[in-house]
């Protein structure tokens, strides 16, 4: 909470909570922790791993989070896109996407935080996660995330070109300009970044 705080004292436009392994271990514990960086923070929190139910994103959204991202349970249940939207509104139904490229545009979505594939193309992914309801899109390049090496603004470019949804970029920063070369050659919504700061 106290790295949250400082975020938004310093300028943040929203955080995002990630719990990397709640998938994994088929837990969602980040319900205190959001509760208690809601009552100190007045910019939009956005929570993303483990919520595998409408009653899960509930109980999140009730805890103050605004948005919530669903990756992993929407993999194995597309309609949770849908019943989550119908029940809270799409904006704040974020379909989260963990991107693998494949070849020269092609890109297969992950799952369990990057570890497990699927088989399921991008792009197909992405444009079914937008019709079922999803009202953002949070894009993690699995090739790039973590090496601070820039963001795969090919991907985040054919995504943002192609849903009529925010899409967030993620996956990459490793220093300003490479924030400045993401937010110029695919023009996302916004950009996510997390150990550079």
């Not at 792009?123 to 993690?140: D, H, K, P, Q």
């Not at 973590?146 to 009529?164: C, F, H, N």
Request: aromatic letters at 6%; a negative charge; one cysteine or more.
């Amino acid at each position: 909470e106290q790295l949250a705080r400082k975020y938004y004292e310093d300028g943040a436009d929203e955080l995002v909570y990630q719990d990397a392994v709640a998938s994994l271990y088929q837990r969602n514990s980040l319900a205190e922790i959001v509760s208690k960086t809601a009552s100190e923070i007045f910019i939009p929190l956005t929570v993303v791993g483990g919520l595998r139910s409408v009653d899960d994103i509930r109980a999140i959204l009730r805890a103050g989070a605004d948005k919530v991202g669903i990756n992993t349970a929407a993999v194995h249940n597309p309609d949770l896109i849908k019943d989550a939207s119908r029940t809270f509104g799409s904006q704040c139904i974020v379909l989260s996407i963990e991107a693998k490229r494949r070849g020269p545009g092609k890109w297969e979505v992950w799952v369990d935080y990057g570890r497990q594939p699927t088989g399921i193309d991008v792009i197909e992914w992405v444009t079914r996660g937008v019709e079922l309801g999803a009202g953002e899109v949070f894009l993690t390049s699995v090739d790039n995330d973590g090496m601070g090496s820039g963001y795969d603004s090919e991907l985040v470019k054919t995504v943002t070109e192609l849903v009529p949804v925010p899409v967030i970029a993620c996956g990459g920063a490793g220093s300003r300009e490479d924030v400045t070369r993401m937010a110029v050659e695919a023009k996302p919504d916004a950009i996510s970044a997390a150990s550079i700061f």
